[in-house]
């Protein structure tokens, strides 16, 4: 009999991990094939602070790429400096910290985010 190992439940393993505070929210990431999407999320109180994704009006650029992903990650960065929020926890949902991933997690950083 062969084991098969289940990735999808090793990532959900991995995702469950992460916890937001008021003081320090979570910066969670969610990628589909076409589009990236970015929240920040406070989890002891439930409550979604800030939100942007690929989809938004005003977003010029596909979210299916390392540049898109960029761009999302530099948009909530602005947004939430802009609701006082200078500090995350990053959150990747699991996936490897690679590709459009990380190309969120630095324009994110580099709109003036800590984490």
């Known amino acids: ?21 008021s003081e320090r929210p979570r910066l969670s990431v969610y990628r589909s094939t076409k589009n990236i999407y970015a929240q920040i999320i406070d989890d002891e109180k439930a409550v979604t602070l800030v939100a942007y994704n690929s ?12 540049d898109g992903a ?7 960065a602005k ?15 699991g996936n490897l910290y690679h590709g459009r991933i990380a190309s969120l997690a630095d324009g ?8």
């Open 108 to 115: 994110a950083r580099d709109g003036g985010l800590k984490f």
């Open 70 to 76: 960029r761009k999302v990650g530099e948009a909530i």
């Open 1 to 21: 009999m062969i084991n098969k190992i289940d990735k999808n439940q090793k990532r959900l393993h991995r995702h469950k991990r992460i916890f937001g505070t």
């Open 55 to 66: 989809l938004m009006k005003g977003f010029e650029g596909d979210g299916g790429n390392k």
């Open 79 to 93: 947004l939430a400096l802009e609701k006082g929020i200078t500090e995350v926890v990053f959150d990747r949902g």
